[in-house]
């Protein structure tokens, strides 16, 4: 599978804008990498995160989400794994990953689990209640949201059952990249899966985004890395190596479930 990170720079509360620039930004990735899935990072819609008029700014149902990106997806026969956006449903405004197939089908939505409480996200969004994997061109994937990443059980969780391809959409901050770089690669090696990082870069207020989006193989070999600008990484991640890196060190069939306890 081919897979392009757009790591994009959004403006902050401007979602038309927005809109525009990642509908232009997927038409020339596709144009120029000729990827299979093409990903965003977390709230290009928005920013993260306007506490002013949030609920306004907010895609409602993931209406504009769906006909804008979902289209493009049918348009171009290619996956998108569609970052995620600022979400008014439900009676309230949730950080939600929409994932559409080549024939621009809705085939995932989750709804950020773990709220960022240090920057206030749990005052202003509500936590998603379901993990979320999906099949893309055949092979088993899952999304997580930012946070989440530093979460270790519940991507264990979802790789019990096998996966192939773990997408992270991040608004990762520059000050703490080297945190990022770090739990990527450790969930690439320990679950033995490709794990995609599409962070965004610039800033919203005093927070300066850091960039350095990765895409990760499950010896934890980085395959593509960007810089801290905007820009695009491309890698072919060969799916044939899974097997023989499962079977070498078989991690899974190892564990010992019975001995772990961590609902405390």
Same mark, same amino acid.
């Given at each position: ?12 509360? =401007? ?8 509908? /232009? ?9 000729a990827p299979d899935t093409v990903t965003l990072p977390e709230t290009w819609?928005?920013?993260?995160? #306007?506490? =002013?008029?949030? /609920?306004a700014l907010a895609d409602k149902d993931g209406a504009e989400v769906k ?53 206030? /996200? ?29 979460? #270790? =059980?519940?991507? !264990? ?29 450790? !969930? ?32 934890? /070999? ?5 810089? #801290? ?20 060190i078989n991690v899974f069939r190892d564990r010992r479930p019975e001995l ?5």
């Open positions: 599978m081919k897979i392009t990170c757009i790591q994009m720079d959004m403006l902050f509360g =401007e979602p038309e804008k927005n809109f525009s620039r990642a509908e /232009e930004l997927i038409e020339k990735a596709v144009a120029e990498t819609n928005t920013g993260f995160f #306007p506490r =002013e008029g949030l /609920e006909s804008r990106i979902g289209a493009l997806a049918k348009k171009h026969g290619v996956n998108i794994v569609a970052g995620s956006v600022a979400n008014l449903k439900n009676g309230g405004v949730f950080n939600t990953c929409y994932v559409f197939d080549r024939a621009g089908k809705t085939v995932a939505e989750y709804d950020k689990t773990h709220l960022f409480a240090p920057m206030g /996200e749990d005052g202003y969004f509500k936590k998603g209640d379901h993990l979320s994997t999906f099949d893309l061109d055949g092979r088993r994937c899952g999304v997580i949201i930012c946070y989440d990443v530093r979460f #270790p =059980e519940l991507t !264990r969780t979802m790789t019990v059952g096998g996966l192939d391809f773990l997408f992270v959409v991040s608004q990762w901050p520059k000050v703490r990249i080297p945190h990022l770089l770090a739990l990527t690669k450790a !969930r690439a090696i320990e679950n033995q899966m490709f794990v995609v990082c599409c962070n965004s870069c610039g800033s919203a207020g005093e927070t300066v985004y850091g960039g350095a989006s990765t895409i990760t193989d499950p010896w934890g /070999e980085t395959l593509a890395a960007a810089g #801290p600008d905007e820009q695009f990484i491309t890698a072919g991640c060969d799916v044939s190596t899974l097997k023989s890196i499962r079977e070498s772990y306890n961590i609902n405390r």
